[in-house]
């Protein structure tokens, strides 16, 4: 029988964690509660749920297993989708106060923080998060540092444990995306952030068919701030969304583990081969992001982008592979692939030529062949 004080392993913690109490004639799964409002007479009792919008027992199934593989049980708080989630992140910065940010996060995340910096909101700071000495300098008299690591789409790494030392210092808060790496390859909180954030319709609902967002944080003053945001601004997730992103945690550990290895070698592929200008991949050797991502993650993960002669040559690549989905998410069962420049808003740092790649859980010899296929076409 397992030892309750041992703690288990995370690839066991997605599986088992969130489960209905182990009473006999109970269900194995959580199941979809379908609510907007809930029996309690009399004086509100704050123990009891009142309202769909302040909460439901999927939410709080799933609100579980993402806690407790970040690190912090009790401090998930789910939102109807990632931007959601981001929006009420930055609602914690000061206002007025400094952000500081990656020059090359996610394109809807820049937008945000520019918006609040032309609003007045917020003074944004723009800084390379693979530079130290840049962060650094740019964290005096800052009140929050956003970071994203391994970076989208640039596939850049971070030196977390570092950063979040830094903005200590400095008395400046940190949150972290950790979409790319997932629980299972990194834990900010444990490294110093205060607050991490997942785009679930990535790789923890794993299936292309879920759009949302969860914050994680092991601060109780944070976890009601962001909690208030979603009741108040009404960014709720819906319990069938929810669901199907809790079923799709159960399976993270095998997903990841099948497309972090096929990204490995298709990169060390690509390297090699004679169209492609540039493989991004902290995998590889000579990645500038491979020894930091080496000491402080526990994978390279599943992500990687490439860099062919010109646009023109990314554009056909994306038609003419027949495998591979041109999409613009990632993180799912299907492999995809997108030249990121096509997006209006992707910042003027993303090189034209630019591909990235979401490795899926198909065969790499198949998927291999179908991208050596459509860059032999681009000869």
Not at 96 to 113: E, F, H, P, W
Not at 124 to 147: I, K, Y
Not at 254 to 280: D, F, K
Request: glycine share 10%; aromatic share 4%; net charge negative.
């Amino acid at each position: 029988m397992a030892d309750p004080a041992r703690p288990v392993s995370p690839a066991t913690l997605a599986v088992v964690g969130g489960r209905p109490p182990r009473t006999p004639g109970a269900p194995v799964n959580a199941g979809i509660e379908v609510t907007s409002t809930y029996v309690q007479p009399g004086d509100i009792d704050p123990a009891l749920p009142l309202y769909g919008r302040y909460g439901n027992e999927t939410w709080a199934a799933f609100e579980s297993v993402v806690g407790g593989l970040e690190g912090a049980p009790d401090g998930a708080v789910a939102f109807a989708s990632g931007m959601a989630a981001g929006a009420a992140l930055f609602s914690l910065v000061p206002r007025g106060g400094r952000l500081v940010m990656g020059a090359t996060s996610y394109n809807a995340m820049l937008a945000l923080a520019r918006e609040r910096a032309a609003a007045g909101d917020v003074e944004l700071v723009e800084v390379d998060v693979a530079d130290a000495d840049a962060v650094r300098a740019a964290l005096t008299g800052a009140a929050w540092l956003h970071l994203e690591s391994p970076t989208n789409p640039l596939i850049e790494v971070a030196d977390v444990p570092l950063l979040c030392g830094l903005a200590r210092e400095a008395g400046a808060r940190v949150s972290v995306d950790n979409t790319f790496a997932t629980p299972l390859l990194q834990n900010p909180l444990t490294d110093g952030a205060d607050v991490v954030m997942h785009s679930a319709t990535k790789y923890l609902a794993g299936h292309s068919d879920v759009v949302l967002g969860v914050l994680v944080t092991g601060d109780a003053g944070l976890r009601e701030a962001v909690e208030h945001q979603r009741a108040l601004l009404g960014a709720i997730p819906g319990p069938f969304e929810t669901w199907l992103a809790l079923r799709g945690i159960r399976t993270l550990p095998v997903r990841l583990e099948r497309a972090q290895a096929t990204a490995g070698v298709l990169a060390e592929r690509l390297v090699s081969h004679p169209v492609v200008a540039r493989v991004r991949y902290p995998g590889l050797a000579g990645d500038p992001g491979h020894a930091v991502a080496a000491r402080t993650m526990r994978g390279f993960g599943a992500m990687l982008a490439i860099e062919l002669p010109d646009r023109d040559a990314a554009d056909r690549l994306t038609h003419a592979v027949q495998l591979w989905t041109p999409a613009t998410s990632l993180g799912g069962v299907e492999s995809l692939l997108e030249r990121r420049r096509r997006i209006p808003s992707e910042p003027a740092t993303v090189p034209e030529s630019l591909v990235r790649l979401s490795v899926g859980l198909e065969d790499v010899e198949d998927l291999w062949a179908d991208l050596d296929q459509a860059l032999a076409g681009l000869g």
